[in-house]
């Protein structure tokens, strides 16, 4: 069974300072991707990010980073410059491919408040 | 286009009532799913169909009925619910393929069962 950890329930930070949020997953597959999707209030689940478990390297897409590493079985995600907009849950997620359908396991959420 | 259509966007049902919940997308993709979430929480898999077959139900209750009448929709039928059933309920989409794995998720329905 598979299990993702976001420890974070909530982080509050003023406009512009930069915004970690920390995933932990756990499966015995080896082959796996995970993800980040934002839910603003209006409720719609945004896709941000995927990484799949043969590709540790890590990226900048804009504002966006994040920190794949097996070896901890860590996923975590950066805003740079935070700003109100980013205001959000944000939630790691991941999928092990099965032949029956892909199932997403979610982790807790993470709400991000960012202040003017 | 990445967009997945779902509608209502707010329902209120009596527990009587019979109503349903749509969804669309025009992506191509082979896979769709429900999904339920409550207040402060993640969502939870209800449903998968892939290629328009049921491929998965995560043991939900008979007053919840999926159906999918073709590649680009499907539906959520919804009948004697209980209160506690008031949720947002998702709707999603996927490429089933080992490449293409990330899901589209639409606005959602949110539900409130009287």
């Known amino acids: 069974a598979q299990k993702v950890t976001q420890a974070q329930t909530e982080i509050s930070v003023v406009e512009k300072e930069d915004v970690t949020l920390d995933c932990v997953y756990e499966t015995r597959d080896t082959t796996y991707y995970l993800f980040w999707y934002k839910q603003p209030p209006s409720g719609e689940l945004v896709f941000l990010i995927r990484?799949?478990?043969?590709?540790?390297q890590n990226e900048i897409s804009g504002r966006y980073s994040w920190n794949f590493q097996k070896s901890t079985s860590s996923f975590n995600f950066t805003i740079t410059a935070s700003q109100v907009v980013d205001s959000a849950v944000y939630f790691c997620?991941?999928?092990?491919?099965?032949?029956?359908?892909?199932?997403?396991?979610f982790g807790g959420g993470t709400r991000v408040l960012v202040k003017p | 286009d990445t967009e997945v259509t779902q509608t209502p966007k707010h329902l209120v049902m009596g527990m009587t009532n019979k109503k349903s919940l749509k969804c669309e997308q025009h992506m191509g993709h082979r896979a769709m799913y429900w999904y339920k979430q409550k207040a402060k929480k993640p969502p939870e898999l209800m449903f998968v169909?892939?290629?328009?077959?049921?491929?998965i139900n995560e043991s939900v209750p008979s007053r919840f009925s999926p159906e999918c009448p073709n590649s680009s929709l499907l539906n959520l039928h919804l009948h004697a619910l209980q209160p506690e059933d008031s949720a947002l309920y998702l709707c999603?989409?996927?490429?089933?393929?080992?490449?293409?794995?990330?899901?589209?998720f639409g606005q959602g329905t949110r539900l409130t069962v009287v």
């Open positions: 999603a989409s996927s490429q089933e393929s080992y490449r293409n794995t990330e899901a589209f």
């Open positions: 169909y892939s290629y328009e077959k049921l491929s």
């Open positions: 990484r799949n478990s043969f590709d540790e």
């Open positions: 997620a991941l999928i092990v491919i099965k032949a029956a359908g892909n199932k997403l396991t």
